[in-house]
């Protein structure tokens, strides 16, 4: 009976259950069963066929919220820029997909504050499948867990105390308005809007491939003719299927529908300038800092060849897999591993691409000897994490779930 409501929710929000695990689905049935105090299964099916109240009830159980604050802060940097090569006398419209709690909408909101956008200048509409996340997305309270990294700089400007949190200020708030939908319900759910900019992240990998070319058709729809896609790390081998052209810039994971408008992506040796805040917001240091490439708290790790030709070689496999060239970043990857030798940031890379080409065993094989080299690498972790997930082994991904959190507890994170 089960396999029958797994099958209702590929249908209706395209999910998974294997990417997310069986025996999640199979209690959330149980949970909802329970609540409805209903203890026969096809009982149960007949009412959430005839209920689509009851169905949004068990979308809530099965949609498992994970997100904080500019999650891979360079997309931010570069939806920005698009933005301000884009710029004109209509707002820029910018949709966040799934939107989850919120945190990817409000992040949005910032960055485009920080690029100099006045609020009148740009709108976002955050969309989710979950009602629970949507109303956790409007109230709008968020703890610590939100908060990752060590570039945390914009809580300063754009936050204020709450309750049990901390809240966006008004000004980010009033940019954004959230709803339940579906990216695979009806165009007319979406009404006539057409988005400057999509960001569809991290939910193509949980999706099989009828569903994932089924999405990016849809995607491309929502898109205006120059308009902006920005999909996760192991997702960008997908939309060049789909004839979208790489923005070339490296870990946004950014593509155009048409071709794009020529800029100047950041060299390695130069820091991305910050644009001014608005005078509507408190100024404090720059928010949107690229990463640096190679750390220094990996161990083991000694380049043979001087750290600024390590780190041009690691942008040019960045750029390659963003492109989502992926044979040919995997190529790459290993001269630079033969040149400069190991280090965390290529085995991450390496298995990324590895992740986007299929080849699962030997990604999970890279994620481990990047967090061998570096124990606290948190896209590794992460990365990995969601690998052993979707090849069944849950019990693998909640220690390194673990793993992850007593990282970001050590670090203040």
Same mark, same amino acid.
């Given at each position: 009976m089960t396999g029958a409501i797994e099958k209702l929710l590929t249908e209706t929000i395209g999910l998974d259950s294997a990417s997310v695990g069986p025996t999640v689905v199979r209690q959330a049935v149980r949970d909802r069963m329970a609540a409805c105090r209903i203890t026969n299964p096809q009982t149960y099916k007949e009412h959430l066929t005839g209920s689509s109240q009851e169905l949004q009830e068990l979308i809530n159980a099965v949609v498992i919220p994970e997100t904080w604050f500019f999650r891979d802060r360079e997309a931010f940097t570069m939806l920005a820029r698009h933005a301000r090569v884009h710029k004109r006398a209509q707002p820029i419209k910018v949709l966040s997909l799934p939107c989850s709690t919120g945190e990817e909408a409000y992040s949005v909101a910032m960055a485009m504050f920080d690029a100099s956008f006045e609020a009148h200048e740009f709108k976002i509409d955050g969309v989710d499948v979950s009602s629970r996340n949507i109303a956790t997305a409007e109230r709008a309270i #968020?703890?610590?867990?939100?908060?990752?990294?060590?570039? +945390? *700089?914009?809580?300063? $400007? #754009?936050? *204020?105390? @709450? *309750?049990?949190?901390?809240?966006?200020? @008004? @000004?980010?708030?009033?940019?954004?308005?959230?709803?339940?939908?579906? +990216? %695979?319900?009806? $165009? @007319?759910?979406?009404?006539? *809007?057409? #988005?400057?900019?999509?960001? %569809? $992240?991290?939910?193509l990998i949980y999706f099989n491939r009828e569903l994932q070319d089924r999405a990016l058709i849809c995607l491309k729809d929502l898109l205006a003719k120059d308009g902006l896609l920005l999909v996760g790390p192991a997702e960008a081998a997908l939309p060049r299927l789909h004839g979208f052209i790489s923005a070339e810039w490296p870990l946004a994971f950014a593509f155009l529908k048409s071709e794009p408008v020529k800029t100047t992506a950041p060299t390695v040796s130069a820091a991305i300038p910050a644009p001014t805040p608005t005078p509507k917001v408190n100024k404090s240091k720059p928010l949107l800092r690229p990463r640096p490439t190679i750390g220094n708290e990996a161990r083991g790790q000694a380049p043979a060849k001087p750290l600024a030709q390590a780190s041009e070689s690691l942008i040019a496999v960045e750029r390659i897999a963003n492109a989502g060239r992926v044979k040919e970043a995997q190529e790459v990857a290993l001269a630079h591993l033969k040149e400069f030798g190991p280090s965390a940031q290529i085995f991450y890379l390496l298995g990324l691409v590895q992740d986007a080409d299929g080849a699962a065993p030997q990604a999970a094989q890279s994620y481990r000897k990047a967090l061998y080299l570096a124990p606290n690498h948190r896209e590794a972790l992460i990365h990995l994490a969601l690998l052993l997930r979707k090849q069944g082994d849950h019990n693998g991904a909640e220690a390194l779930a673990g793993r992850l959190g007593r990282v970001q507890k050590r670090s203040g994170s």
């Amino acid at each position: 009976m089960t396999g029958a409501i797994e099958k209702l929710l590929t249908e209706t929000i395209g999910l998974d259950s294997a990417s997310v695990g069986p025996t999640v689905v199979r209690q959330a049935v149980r949970d909802r069963m329970a609540a409805c105090r209903i203890t026969n299964p096809q009982t149960y099916k007949e009412h959430l066929t005839g209920s689509s109240q009851e169905l949004q009830e068990l979308i809530n159980a099965v949609v498992i919220p994970e997100t904080w604050f500019f999650r891979d802060r360079e997309a931010f940097t570069m939806l920005a820029r698009h933005a301000r090569v884009h710029k004109r006398a209509q707002p820029i419209k910018v949709l966040s997909l799934p939107c989850s709690t919120g945190e990817e909408a409000y992040s949005v909101a910032m960055a485009m504050f920080d690029a100099s956008f006045e609020a009148h200048e740009f709108k976002i509409d955050g969309v989710d499948v979950s009602s629970r996340n949507i109303a956790t997305a409007e109230r709008a309270i #968020y703890g610590r867990n939100s908060f990752r990294g060590s570039h +945390l *700089e914009f809580k300063d $400007r #754009y936050f *204020e105390a @709450a *309750e049990s949190g901390l809240r966006p200020t @008004a @000004a980010v708030l009033k940019q954004v308005r959230f709803r339940v939908g579906n +990216l %695979f319900g009806s $165009r @007319a759910s979406f009404g006539q *809007e057409v #988005y400057d900019i999509v960001l %569809f $992240r991290n939910l193509l990998i949980y999706f099989n491939r009828e569903l994932q070319d089924r999405a990016l058709i849809c995607l491309k729809d929502l898109l205006a003719k120059d308009g902006l896609l920005l999909v996760g790390p192991a997702e960008a081998a997908l939309p060049r299927l789909h004839g979208f052209i790489s923005a070339e810039w490296p870990l946004a994971f950014a593509f155009l529908k048409s071709e794009p408008v020529k800029t100047t992506a950041p060299t390695v040796s130069a820091a991305i300038p910050a644009p001014t805040p608005t005078p509507k917001v408190n100024k404090s240091k720059p928010l949107l800092r690229p990463r640096p490439t190679i750390g220094n708290e990996a161990r083991g790790q000694a380049p043979a060849k001087p750290l600024a030709q390590a780190s041009e070689s690691l942008i040019a496999v960045e750029r390659i897999a963003n492109a989502g060239r992926v044979k040919e970043a995997q190529e790459v990857a290993l001269a630079h591993l033969k040149e400069f030798g190991p280090s965390a940031q290529i085995f991450y890379l390496l298995g990324l691409v590895q992740d986007a080409d299929g080849a699962a065993p030997q990604a999970a094989q890279s994620y481990r000897k990047a967090l061998y080299l570096a124990p606290n690498h948190r896209e590794a972790l992460i990365h990995l994490a969601l690998l052993l997930r979707k090849q069944g082994d849950h019990n693998g991904a909640e220690a390194l779930a673990g793993r992850l959190g007593r990282v970001q507890k050590r670090s203040g994170s």
